[in-house]
């Protein structure tokens, strides 16, 4: 509400901190030759990374399109599914180090289109979904996807799966 706005905006900025350091943390974890590896069906961590990336710049695009136009962009013609799989399709490949690049101007630049966001932005339900799903709302449910994946990298190999390999 706009008696709660102030607050509510400063807690979003304090999740937005906290579920970034979390995620970033669990980047650091994974060591670069496990990025391709598959960790979510089909996805790898790269992919979610780049995933993410993509989604922070068409979040911040919608936001910079409103304040220039007054119109809420509507989601990719061809479909979430169709977008996001030609989206992480187009950058597989791409190095570890450029795809934190990218995850770091893309966050940067829908951290600066939240921070211009006006107030009647913040109380229209399009405009906190723009920032809310593209900000950590995304990044929490891709870090719920890949965390155990994640958690399980430096694990030792199981029995099982070491008579597996033995054959």
Do not use: C
């Not at 979003?12 to 974890?29: G, N, Q």
């Not at 496990?34 to 979610?48: I, K, M, N, S, Y």
Request: charged residues 30%; negative net charge; aromatic residues 8%.
């Amino acid at each position: 509400t706009r008696r709660t706005l102030a607050g509510a905006k400063a807690k979003f900025a304090t999740d937005d901190a906290t579920i970034d350091a979390a995620f970033r943390e669990l980047l650091a974890s994974v060591p670069i030759e496990a990025w391709t590896e598959p960790a979510d069906g089909d996805w790898t961590l790269a992919d979610h990374v780049a995933h993410l990336a993509t989604w922070f710049h068409e979040g911040a695009r919608a936001l910079e399109v409103h304040r220039e136009t007054g119109a809420w962009t509507e989601m990719p013609p061809e479909g979430l599914d169709a977008f996001n799989d030609r989206t992480v399709r187009a950058a597989r490949g791409t190095p570890a180090a450029e795809l934190r690049g990218g995850y770091q101007a893309g966050i940067d630049r829908l951290r600066d289109a939240v921070g211009a966001m006006t107030d009647a932005e913040w109380l229209d339900p399009e405009g906190f979904s723009w920032a809310y799903e593209d900000l950590h709302g995304h990044v929490r449910a891709h870090h719920a996807m890949i965390g155990p994946w994640a958690a399980r990298i430096g694990w030792p190999p199981s029995e099982r799966d070491a008579r597996d390999r033995a054959g």
